[in-house]
Nanobody
């Protein structure tokens, strides 16, 4: 599976961005997906996760109520809608896929990674 993330950029605090992750090579069906983020000097952490059919989602506490993860299996694409962005959301955002259909918060459990897209939120 090859993952291509896009949609990052520079935005003012309070603004919105929509990230997309398009998969090629193999279908995303039956694979749980996630958006992880890594700020400078910090470890990569899960921001939002979604199970294979979208029935189960997970959000890191600081993004709850502001970020929404969704997927379109027919288009082999996963999205992250980010609203009310804050400077602390500044990071490189990576999409990831795992071989299992259920979510996992652990980086090591994801087999495939996109190249990352940078999000910068100015105050």
């Amino acid at each position: 599976v090859q993952l291509q993330a896009s949609g990052g950029g520079l935005v003012q605090a309070g603004g919105s961005l929509r990230l997309s992750c398009a998969a090629s090579g193999r279908t995303l069906l039956a694979r749980a997906m996630g958006w992880f983020r890594q700020a400078p000097g910090k470890e990569r952490e899960p921001a939002a996760l979604i199970s294979w059919n979208g029935a189960s989602t997970y959000y890191e506490d600081s993004v709850k109520g502001r970020f929404t993860i969704s997927r379109d299996n027919a288009k082999n694409t996963v999205y992250l809608q980010m609203n009310s962005l804050k400077p602390e959301d500044t990071a490189v955002y990576y999409c990831a896929a795992r071989a299992e259909n259920s979510n996992s918060i652990f980086v090591k459990n994801y087999n495939y990674w996109g190249q990352g897209t940078e999000v910068t939120v100015s105050s």
